[in-house]
């Protein structure tokens, strides 16, 4: 209808338009004998030529060039010049014999482990809690995520005050209640679970956690009704209701959100490294992603962009079968859902 | 979306019961007691602590209250860290990274949407496809080549556009983007190219007003994630070039040996900013994040 409507008006435009093709001759002239088709296509690609470029050089280009050098290495040739050579294995021999090469994949897995535990397991019933409450809703949905939206080196150097060993406030607070004192991100022991690690995770939950939440609450607010009438009707009660309705019909974002805090976790790096420096006592907070920093970055008179980038490629393998054992698992979900409905 | 009352796990007429109510009251109490004091605890000692002499903020027992106020802690963070500085630059980063990555990602999601180019879902699935590439695995190469661009041998570090640049690929906003642009009608960009519209004038006029919310998402993403980056700023700004870092990375480099007082007034001035805006934009921010959140 729109169409009909307009369409009185388009002989008037005709005349600018072609005023316009006039003007530009000079320079359009190649462009404009092109048939329209064509001439979409080349259009279409002039949009795209800024993205694609920055993907290119900033996404693209810098995967494959990891790989390439984590199988790189440099060598002196006949003058005593350093040149780039194929090392093969060299790279990821050298970091697997590494002895802080496992301890940060421990703390990785540990720091994983705990931050599900606690930015997994806690922002689900956070957000059943809240979806109850009648009231204060803007107020508490505020609250929770206010922490997600302040810089990480303001909230890590305030944790780093509290978690301090002589004048750090939870400390305190322990003492009042007469309970035993603790040395938070410094504790030295290296048995898990490390009271280092938990630390950095306590930090990283209460800044991190909000987003979560307030995810669940969306999907809690998204399940019919009826179904809890339902389950009432039959006798259930509260757990009851969160085990067989709560759970089952927000699965698609339990598991999405798991595996996403199962990638972001992988990656710790800044909560450690602003709190105890990265590495902690005993190398018991030294993550993957910290050692390719210091790989890379740290080691002045040996940064080796290599050996980080074997680490890295190695990263990227633990972390794509994560991801692609996600993507099988919805898919067969999908596939075995399909004829039932 | 619906406002009519849904309901949730607890029925609304156990919760009028008498027992109900009291037991809700006593719970709501609880709620929003603790999580005060969980969340915005913490922001307390962040503000008044800067507040302290630095004997005070380093004393045992911590003290609740300032004894003396000192705001001349905060005056002297200000000027000591350059504070004014730092948050002009990261605002400017900030700002920079929102342009770039609002031209140059619309104009390739509305090119793949609505022009729909030869090789377009290859190029698309390669974007999106970079989702699955964790950032900080790719922190060495992409540092590489920042400091030396392949071919044209460019070296961005400590410019602003090492910043800028590698913020235009994200496979998020081209995902987001394009899924919004798709769902605007095709009889819509038809008829204004029938009228004779160019895609430049069918993308201002048509695609970009409509498309207002998407946009007020992908703008609150890309400033957050400049604000809160902490690795890439330090690499490429930082350490060796204080006049250029980032908030963020100002405030720590000042806590390697700044006194503890001074510390917590600087990380205190440099939360301001993100308080505020989140409360200005909390309404945004809270239904972007469920936007992103649930794909499909």
């Known amino acids: 209808m729109a169409d009909l409507v307009t369409l009185p008006q388009a002989p008037g435009s005709r005349p600018a338009k072609r005023r316009a093709g006039v003007g530009e001759f000079g320079r359009r002239s190649l462009y404009s004998v092109l048939p329209p088709r ?32 984590s199988f790189q290495g440099k060598r002196l040739n006949t003058d005593g010049l350093p040149v780039t050579t194929w090392v093969g294995f060299e790279n990821y021999r050298r970091i697997i014999n590494d002895p802080t090469f496992w301890t940060a994949w421990r703390n990785t897995l540990e720091f994983t482990l705990l931050a599900l535990l606690l930015g997994f397991v806690v922002p689900f ?16 949905r505020c609250l929770v995520y206010l922490p997600v939206m302040l810089p990480p080196a303001s909230a890590l150097l305030l944790f780093s005050y509290f978690y301090d060993p002589t004048y750090g406030l939870f400390n305190d607070i322990l003492h009042t209640l007469h309970l035993p004192t603790s040395q938070w991100v410094l504790s030295p022991g290296t048995t898990w679970p490390t009271m280092a690690m938990i630390s950095v995770v306590i930090a990283a939950t209460w800044m991190n ?37 709560t759970i089952p019909q927000t699965k698609m974002v339990l598991s999405m959100l798991l595996m996403l805090q199962i990638i972001a976790t992988m990656q710790m790096f800044v909560e450690a490294f602003i709190l105890d420096g990265g590495q902690g006592v005993n190398n018991n907070t030294e993550s993957v992603v910290y050692l390719i920093y210091q790989y890379a970055f740290a080691m002045s008179s040996a940064s080796n962009f290599n050996s980080a980038s074997a680490l890295g490629v190695l990263l990227l393998i633990v972390l794509g079968i994560f991801s692609g054992g996600y993507l099988w698992l919805t898919r067969t979900r999908d596939r075995l859902s399909r004829p039932r409905s | ?19 109900g109510k009291i037991v809700y009251r006593i719970v709501l109490t609880a709620v929003i007691v603790i999580f005060t004091l969980i969340f915005i605890g913490p922001m307390y000692f962040l503000f008044t602590d800067g507040l302290k002499s630095t004997q005070e903020a380093i004393a045992t027992p911590p003290t609740l209250f300032p004894h003396a106020l000192h705001p001349s802690s905060y005056s002297t963070a200000w000027t000591e860290f350059s504070l004014g500085r730092l948050l002009l630059n990261t605002l400017y980063y900030a700002f920079g990274a929102l342009a770039f990555q609002l031209v140059f990602d619309v104009a390739a999601a509305y090119a793949l949407s609505k022009l729909r180019p030869a090789l377009g879902n290859v190029i698309l699935a390669m ?9 900080m695995v790719l922190i060495v190469p992409l540092y590489i080549t920042v400091s030396s661009l392949p071919f044209v041998h460019i070296n961005l570090i400590g410019s602003p556009a090492a910043i800028w640049l590698p913020s ?15 769902s605007i009608p095709r009889e819509l960009t038809e008829a204004a190219t029938i009228d004779g519209a160019s895609p430049m004038r069918v993308l201002r006029s048509i695609i970009i007003p409509i498309s207002r919310p998407i946009l007020a998402v992908v703008s609150i993403f890309a400033l957050v994630a400049v604000w809160k980056d902490f690795l890439w700023p330090l690499l490429v700004l930082g350490g060796y070039n204080p006049p250029r870092e980032t908030l963020n990375v100002g405030i720590w480099e000042a806590a390697q040996t700044a006194p503890q007082n001074m510390v917590l007034a600087a990380s205190a001035i440099a939360a301001v900013p993100t308080i505020i805006f989140f409360l200005i934009f909390q309404r945004n921010i809270l239904a972007g994040l469920t936007a992103g959140g649930i794909r499909g």
């Not at chain 2, 974007?127 to 950032?135: F, K, R």
């Not at chain 2, 690929?169 to 642009?181: D, S, V, Y």
Request: include cysteine.
């Open chain 2, 1 to 19: 979306m619906a406002d009519s009352y849904a309901r949730s796990l607890i029925s609304a007429t156990q919760l009028n019961r008498a027992r």
């Open chain 1, 38 to 69: 064509v001439q979409r296509q080349v259009s279409a690609y002039w949009f795209m030529i800024g993205a694609v470029l920055c993907f290119a050089l900033f996404s693209w280009y810098p995967m494959v060039r990891e790989i390439i050098m």
């Open chain 2, 168 to 182: 235009v690929a994200n496979g998020f906003n081209i995902f987001l983007l394009k899924r919004f642009f798709d």
């Open chain 1, 209 to 245: 956690m909000g987003g979560a939440t307030l995810i669940y609450l969306a999907a809690l607010q998204n399940i019919p009704g009826e179904l809890y009438e339902a389950a009432e009707l039959d006798g259930a009660g509260i757990v009851k209701k969160i085990r067989h309705i």
């Open chain 1, 125 to 140: 019933f956070v957000a059943i809690l809240l979806n109850e409450l009648r009231h204060a809703k803007g107020y508490l």
């Open chain 2, 127 to 135: 974007m999106v496809a970079t989702l699955m590439i964790p950032a």
